[in-house]
Structures are given as structure tokens and as C-alpha cells.
């Protein structure tokens, strides 16, 4: 069989309107071509109260170890403003040797490049000892309920035994090459009411004015010095992301006040012992102020390191032989599908270049595309000899 041209793949990817959660066809898409390089194919599909279902797919070929696989997403965020785009962001365009369309960058070209590099290496290697399997879900980039991991409760079940995963995340800042992802900061977020008692601006004595509680809270926490930081990761950090105060008149003291924040951590903590400190602060604070207080918090992941082993000093390799770059390890940036991951098989991310990830003319290099083929082909050739 001809081996898939990576271009071409990530344009007819690029073309589903696969807004997070939305199918849009695009899982069904990919294991067709997938089933004709002779993967076996499952659709797995979760549900969960409050949330949309989601599609998601693994597909494995060969059923020997070690097995080798690959994680990424097809969901994509929203284009935005399409008034904003030089082109429709679901029909890809080439202009100066970039390939635009939502999902250029992150990440449907990255699969397109896994899976073109697939074709070639099994072109090249008709039988090889091992397996080579992809996970691929729809629920990256929005809540990440029914996606990865849902996918890795399944495969746990299912008695599936991964050996190392390649998470194909866009993860060079500015040149492919530059960085491999290793581990990832933990992500906390609250969301912080504090209740107060409504009066007139004139008598503040006869009211409890929720705005001053909430504010000397938020100081409060945005002063803590969680830690320096260690080797592996920076320092812990938290940010107010939203402060709400609803209140229609000038001359009343309001009764609620919200705050939501985003604490990013590192492995000196847990997102328990993260909310046992802030949760002592919303205490004593509202103790202060005699007012009540509640808060929601939602974990998107713990802090994890993978330590790096042969596997990864083996595509660090690879990297720096194509791109003539050595890729830093690092656990800089957000969180990824490696949260989930981890706890069935180590791995790492390599992926392109995230400068217009989410953006307007979300774009890739062809030359990294093309590249990234490369790497991956050849991550397979040296995993396998």
C-alpha cells in the first residue's frame, strides 16, 4: 500500500468541524484509514450525567509487546470570529509554505504525521516484533470527562498493557525541536462565594459588606509563597481569574460576593493539600467578618514527572539528529492527556510548534510537518529494532 502523505491527511482532517465535543464525523474518518493499514478498531463512546458524550477511538495492530502508542485528539476549539480568519478555518489553506485551519497546530497535523509515518514504517517493515496502537479522543479541549480518561478505565479493564506513549501535543515554544514534555504542573481550580448581609451604603454598621471579606481573601491568597520550586518544575503559583459582584444599584451593599481562581502546582503538593491551606484562609477570614462562605473546587489533574528513560533519551535523540536542535526536558506550560496516561504507562509529549494554538489562522510549517513525519518514523524504526 502506498504510504499516506501527511499533508494530505491533516487537510481532510482539518476539514471536520469537530468543535469540542463534536464528532462531526471525524473518529469514524480516521479509523477507516486506520482498518486499511490493517488496525484493529474500536469506537468507544461515554456518557456522563451533566456532560455530552463522547467519541473516542483505539486502535491497536499487532498483539505482541511492547506496544507502543500514540495520544492525541481530533476536537478542536472554536474558530472564534470567523470575520477574523483570512481563510474558513474548516477549509485548510497552504499560504507561504503554512498550512492554515483550525486544528493545523494542535493537533490534527501531529496525528496526520504519526499516522503517515505509520504507513511508511510498515511499508518498510512488514513484520515487526510488537504492536503499535493510537488513542485518540474528542474531549481534549473541553472537559475531559469522557475522553482519555474514560479510555484508560476501558483499557484497564480490558487488561491492555501500553509499554510507553507518545503524547503528539504541540510542545516546541518557537522551533521544532526545541522542547519534550515530561511531566506536567497539577491544576486546581476554585470557585469561592462569600455571603454577606444586604444594606444601605449609608449605614454600613446595619450591613456585612461581602465585597471587603472577599477582597482581603483574595489578597490573602494571591500573597502565599507556595514554594521555590524545584529542579523539575517551577514555582507553584495562583491566579484570580474572576471576581463578581452583582449588584444593580450604586447605594446598596451587596449580599454576595465570587471569586474564581486557578492554582497550577507542582509535585511539592496535592490538590488535597492545596485546598487544606486555602480552605484555612476562607475560614479564618469569614470567621473575622462573622459571614459564611462556600467553595467548589474542580481538579483537572495532579502534578506528575515521568522520569526519563531510555525510550526518552532514545527520541531526544532522534529530535536533535533531524532537527538539529537538542529538545529540553521540561514541565513548563498546562496540562495534558499524560495525566490520565501515566497511570497505565510512561510517556512523554512531542509535538510542533504551539505559537498559533487557539489562535486566528491557527497554522503549521510544512517543513515541521514533514519533519515531524521523520521523527516519528524513525522513533518507530529505533523502538522496535
Not at 478505565?153 to 514534555?181: A, H, S
Not at 509563597?225 to 491566579?239: I, M
Request: aromatic share 8%; proline share 4%; hydrophobic share 35%.
Amino acid at each position: 500500500m502506498k504510504p499516506l502523505n501527511e499533508l494530505q491527511l491533516a487537510k481532510e482532517l482539518i476539514k471536520f468541524r469537530s468543535i469540542t465535543p463534536e464528532d462531526a464525523g471525524v473518529m469514524k474518518f480516521l479509523e477507516k484509514k486506520l482498518k486499511k493499514l490493517g488496525f484493529e478498531t474500536k469506537i468507544l463512546v461515554f456518557k456522563e450525567k451533566n456532560y455530552k458524550p463522547v467519541k473516542n477511538l483505539y486502535a491497536r495492530l499487532g498483539n505482541k509487546q511492547p506496544n507502543f502508542c500514540y495520544a492525541g485528539h481530533l476536537d478542536v476549539v472554536p474558530p472564534g470570529n470567523i470575520k477574523d480568519w483570512t481563510i474558513d478555518p474548516f477549509k485548510p489553506s497552504i499560504k507561504k509554505d503554512h498550512l492554515i485551519g483550525r486544528g493545523a497546530n494542535d493537533m490534527k497535523s501531529s496525528i496526520a504525521s504519526f499516522v503517515s509515518a505509520v504507513s511508511i514504517f510498515l511499508n518498510q517493515n512488514k513484520k515487526f516484533n510488537g504492536s503499535i496502537s493510537l488513542l485518540i479522543t474528542g474531549d481534549e479541549e473541553g472537559d475531559a470527562i469522557n475522553g482519555t480518561k474514560k479510555v484508560v478505565e476501558y483499557l484497564k479493564r480490558k487488561k491492555e498493557k501500553i509499554n510507553f506513549c507518545l503524547v503528539g501535543e504541540p510542545t516546541n515554544p518557537n522551533r521544532l525541536g526545541e522542547m519534550i514534555k515530561i511531566g506536567r504542573r497539577g491544576s486546581l481550580t476554585g470557585k469561592l462565594t462569600i455571603f454577606g448581609s444586604q444594606g444601605h451604603v449609608a449605614y454600613p454598621h446595619k450591613a456585612n459588606n461581602p465585597s471587603t471579606i472577599i477582597i482581603n481573601i483574595l489578597k490573602d491568597i494571591k500573597d502565599i509563597k507556595f514554594d521555590k520550586g524545584t529542579k523539575d518544575f517551577q514555582p507553584t503559583n495562583l491566579e484570580i481569574t474572576k471576581i463578581n459582584i452583582s449588584n444593580d444599584a450604586d447605594n446598596v451593599i451587596p449580599s454576595v460576593a465570587e471569586a474564581t481562581f486557578n492554582v497550577r502546582f507542582n509535585n511539592k503538593h496535592t490538590s488535597n493539600s492545596i485546598k487544606k491551606r486555602l480552605n484555612k484562609i476562607f475560614s479564618q477570614v469569614s470567621k473575622r467578618y462573622k459571614s459564611k462562605f462556600k467553595i467548589y473546587y474542580r481538579v483537572s489533574g495532579e502534578a506528575f514527572l515521568t522520569k526519563p528513560n531510555k525510550t526518552t533519551f532514545m527520541i531526544q535523540r532522534i529530535v536533535q539528529k533531524i532537527t538539529k536542535i537538542k529538545p529540553k526536558l521540561s514541565t513548563t506550560g498546562g496540562t495534558s492527556d499524560l495525566r490520565f496516561i501515566k497511570k497505565i504507562s510512561p510517556g512523554l509529549e512531542f509535538g510542533l510548534v504551539g505559537k498559533t494554538m487557539h489562535k486566528v489562522d491557527e497554522a503549521v510549517s510544512l517543513k515541521d510537518l514533514k519533519n515531524l513525519t521523520k521523527i516519528y518514523q524513525n522513533i518507530l524504526n529505533n523502538f522496535f529494532k
